[in-house]
């Protein structure tokens, strides 16, 4: 099976920089996954990671460590659009979610 | 365009009732997969297909059906038998192996009336 945990709620200022963290125990590995969503919407596409390592794209990255069982998506110079939650996910023969990090970033 | 196209985008279901929900996609995706969300909670698996003619129950798959006739199509019934479906569903598919990313549909919103 698959355990997947992330903090259910966060907050943070305008412009400034956030790490939302994921730990996971899985039977089998094949690739981790951030996605963001907005109240009421469907969820869209982050990151991927499947080796160890950090991934940037613009204003936000995403770091796995396979060996610890650990990833954590980071947020530069937040907007007031980035309040969403924040979906930590899993792959082996199916996608596992979290249950998603609540961002809320405040003025 | 290309994309995932979920319908209705809001249904009502009296109790007792048996409802499907379309999932079609036109993207060439060999897997995918239907999701149940309640408020303020994470995305549950409740059916995936990694190809066709053949699905795999997620973790909550009591009271609900699917097929996989074609590969484009992946409907999602609600039986009776589901005591609690209020709740928002979302398909998804993604290419099998690789960077295979999920792409998800709009949604659809499932209310017992």
């Known amino acids: 099976g698959q355990n997947i945990d992330q903090p259910t709620e966060m907050t943070a200022t305008e412009g400034a920089i956030v790490q939302i963290n994921c730990t996971y125990q899985t039977s089998g590995f094949n690739g981790l996954f951030w996605y963001q969503q907005h109240a009421g919407e469907a969820p869209t596409f982050l990151s991927y990671?499947?080796?160890?390592g950090l991934e940037e794209k613009g204003r936000f990255s995403s770091f796995l460590s396979r060996s610890k069982g650990y990833s954590y998506l980071l947020l530069k110079e937040l907007q007031m659009k980035d309040s969403a939650s924040y979906l930590c996910?899993?792959?082996?023969?199916?996608?596992?979610f979290g249950i998603g990090t609540k961002l809320q970033v405040i003025p | 365009d290309g994309g995932i196209t979920q319908s209705p985008k809001y249904l009502f279901r009296k109790e007792g009732q048996n409802v499907t929900l379309s999932c079609e996609q036109n993207?060439?995706?060999?897997?995918m997969y239907w999701y149940r969300q309640d408020p303020g909670q994470g995305l549950r698996l409740i059916y995936y297909?990694?190809?066709?003619?053949?699905?795999q129950k997620g973790d909550i798959a009591e009271g609900y059906s699917v097929s996989r006739e074609k590969k484009e199509s992946f409907p999602l019934t609600v039986t009776s038998a589901q005591k609690n479906p209020t709740a928002f569903y979302l398909c998804?598919?993604?290419?099998?192996?690789?960077?295979?990313?999920?792409?998800f549909g709009e949604g659809s919103w499932l209310t017992v009336v």
């Open positions: 990671n499947v080796l160890d």
């Open positions: 993207l060439n995706h060999d897997a």
């Open positions: 297909s990694q190809i066709v003619n053949d699905f």
């Open positions: 996910a899993v792959k082996d023969q199916k996608v596992t």
């Open positions: 998804a598919s993604s290419v099998q192996g690789g960077r295979n990313t999920i792409y």
